[in-house]
């Protein structure tokens, strides 16, 4: 079965770029997308197709995915961004593999 | 704008099954996209459960095959979660979500209910 490897935490400081990781065999032939959830919040998509942005999702956010990681970049990252963030792809093994998240904080 | 809403019961006996209803608001759930159940244990990762299309097609995921039913009820614009033989590692909050496959292996969740707690417990 496919497996996404995610750091367990990361720490950034106010108004400087995070970088969270998503590991995965050859996972840059795959399309990688992106959730953030608060605490006793839903998830909210904010990365679909590797690098695309929803409606509504500022533009801090990117995403990039090559080789065996795919990465999400937030810049000038702002007490709101505290949060798990979660990889996810589908796999035509295992369907929908979800990483197992990272926390972000910053401090 | 969709939304979707779980509802059903908080507490399961250990054995019993779990039953769950997503009700949907803003659009149709004959339009064309998957809707799915996605739980996750407190203080835990995010768990695909399965999916199903307005036609009755479902998918499931291979770990809980066994005990997961999901129906559709295009009359009343909602769709239902059996998990049977419920044991503790199955208490978790449940989401239930609609998947967007806008391409072939391209494959995600872009709208969320707020999700449910069930606990399953003696």
């Known amino acids: 079965s496919y497996e996404l490897t995610q750091p367990l935490s990361v720490s950034v400081a106010l108004g400087q770029t995070a970088r969270i990781t998503c590991g995965g065999n050859?996972?840059?032939?795959?399309?990688v997308h992106w959730y953030q959830q608060k605490p006793g919040q839903a998830p909210v998509l904010v990365i679909y197709r590797d690098s695309n942005r929803p409606s509504g999702i500022p533009e801090r956010f990117s995403g990039s995915n090559s080789g065996n990681t795919a990465t999400l970049t937030i810049s000038r990252a702002q007490a709101g961004d505290e949060a798990d963030y979660y990889c996810q792809v589908w796999d035509s093994s295992t369907e929908v593999v979800f990483g197992g998240g990272t926390k972000l904080t910053v401090l | 704008q969709v939304q979707l809403q779980e509802s059903g019961p908080g507490l399961v006996k250990p054995s019993g099954t779990l039953s769950l209803t997503c009700a949907v608001s803003?659009?149709?759930?004959?339009?064309?996209?998957?809707w799915s159940w996605v739980r996750q244990p407190p203080g835990k990762g995010l768990e695909w459960i399965g999916e199903?299309?307005?036609?009755?097609?479902?998918n499931y995921n291979p770990s809980l095959k066994s005990r997961v039913t999901i129906s559709v009820d295009k009359s009343k614009n909602q769709f239902s979660l059996k998990l049977s033989s419920v044991t503790a590692a199955d208490t978790a909050v449940y989401y239930c979500?609609?998947?967007?496959?806008?391409?072939?292996?391209?494959?995600?969740?872009?709208?969320w209910g707020q999700g449910t707690l069930v606990t399953v417990s003696s």
């Open positions: 050859n996972i840059g032939s795959k399309n």
């Open positions: 979500a609609r998947i967007l496959v806008p391409a072939a292996r391209v494959y995600y969740f872009d709208y």
């Open positions: 803003g659009g149709s759930i004959s339009s064309s996209n998957w």
């Open positions: 199903i299309y307005h036609s009755g097609s479902t």
